[in-house]
């Protein structure tokens, strides 16, 4: 472990702290492979898609709150500012992708480990300086988010039931907020947050990326997608192609958060923020059509498909929207399954990356040899080739949803 490291207030997991202490080795050794086994490098793999996880969460919100920090001490805004080009590295690598071989650990693992502590110390530092209740704000919240991962085994949960503060990020052109749950290799599980008096998603359309929306009870609105407006009461999920304006509009009010997967093998996973244009229309001049019509391209009713499952007996998984649905000139299709996990357990090994929801029951996940226990509203990502074993553990039926992106035609576990 390199010094920046050792003296930084972060807490770790055993885990973490190997992990850190064997990959500065290995620089020092002039980035040595040897010593480094297979499960090291799915540990490495799993840490780094959590951080991943940060490019338009605490990487990109503490960016932006150090930003808005004016420091009287010439020195603490000097700290200030090399916190923030340390955060803009992370950003920035979180557009790469995560290996499966020994680079992630000593390559993309490092970088995750070396920046995230430098931060942390430049920050530290600032707060000595400074004396700000501002900075120790900012710094007290990034720490809290990076505990999250590193004082873990690797295998990391998110929530969809809030919108943490200095985690999120606020979509200029619409407005809404995004809580980044899931990120994988080239797609992402998200939630738009929507504590305004309307709850909507405000129209718009994204030329490269493909979405699948969700919706889950209590909801009453309108879903639109293209020159349709499909009424909504009860729970859904609708397949979005490329080039097409989608987004909801709030009926009375009952607040109404979207969940949704974005993604593209084209671009970054997680380009809503980079691949969005607003699509303003009156709602008045859209055709209504019913939620199940061909007009709105698939969509199912997800709360029947749930309680479908939830009645069977042993596990069994098969998808509900076919990647074929929104793949597009290249773009990939979002593929989304549904499961039901028994008491006997459900195997699972993606040669794709999967994001997983956990939308009802509780359980356990294992993989790379760690296990934590699981529960609705709670998302997790299973890089591909890792196998994982999820187990129901609560007398209510544990079910799933989980979604992958691949080239139509082209069927992956």
């Known amino acids: 472990m390199n ?33 480094i086994q297979a499960s090291d490098i799915a540990l490495a793999r799993l840490y780094s898609h959590a951080f991943r996880g940060q490019v338009i ?42 290996g499966q071989d020994v680079r992630a650990l000593i390559s993309t693992f490092h970088h995750y480990c070396t920046h995230v502590a430098r931060t942390v110390d430049a920050l530290e530092t600032a707060c000595a300086l400074e004396h700000s209740p501002a900075v120790q704000r900012v710094r007290d919240l990034f720490v809290a988010h990076m505990e999250n991962i590193t004082a873990g085994n690797s295998l990391h949960l998110t929530r969809d039931t809030g919108a943490p503060e200095q985690g999120s990020f606020i979509v200029p052109s619409l407005g809404i907020t995004i809580v980044p749950l899931v990120y994988g290799d080239h797609h992402s599980w998200n939630l738009a947050w929507l504590n305004g008096d309307r709850s909507d998603v405000p129209y718009h359309l994204h030329r490269e990326g493909v979405e699948i929306h969700l919706g889950f009870s209590p909801i009453h609105g309108y879903t639109v997608l293209g020159e349709a407006k499909a009424e909504v009461r009860e729970g859904y999920a609708m397949p979005i192609p490329p080039n097409t304006r989608h987004g909801y509009t709030n009926l009375g009010s009952q607040t109404h958060h979207v969940p949704f997967i974005f993604g593209s093998l084209t671009c970054g996973g997680w380009g809503v ?7 303003p229309r009156d709602l008045d001049h859209l055709q209504s059509a019913p939620v199940l019509s061909q007009k709105l391209n698939g969509t199912v009713l997800l709360e029947q498909e749930i309680a479908r499952v939830a009645d069977r ?30 008491t006997r357990g459900l195997a699972l090994n993606p040669e794709r990356f999967c994001a997983v929801s956990v939308v009802r ?15 609705a509203h709670d998302h997790f990502g299973i890089p591909a080739g890792l196998a994982a074993t999820i187990t129901q553990t609560s007398t209510e039926p544990l079910v799933l949803l989980d979604a992958i992106i691949r080239p139509a035609g082209r069927r992956f576990s």
Not at 335 to 340: H, V
């Open 3 to 35: 010094d920046v490291c050792k003296i930084s207030r972060l807490r770790m997991h055993p885990n973490y702290e190997r992990l850190a202490d064997m990959t500065c080795d290995s620089h020092l050794r002039g980035r040595a492979p040897s010593g």
């Open 361 to 375: 029951g509780s359980g356990v996940l294992e993989m790379a040899q760690q296990k934590i226990d699981i529960a």
């Open 57 to 98: 969460g605490a990487f990109h919100a503490t960016r932006s709150a150090v930003r808005e920090i004016r420091a009287t001490d010439r020195l603490a805004a000097a700290h200030l500012l090399r916190a923030e080009e340390s955060l803009a590295n992370l950003a920035n690598r979180s557009m790469d992708t995560v």
């Open 273 to 279: 923020f980079l691949d969005v244009e607003p699509q």
């Open 313 to 342: 007996y042993a596990s069994v998984r098969y998808p509900i929207i076919d990647a074929e649905r929104t793949d597009r000139d290249g773009t990939g299709g979002l593929e989304l399954s549904i499961a039901r996990v028994s």
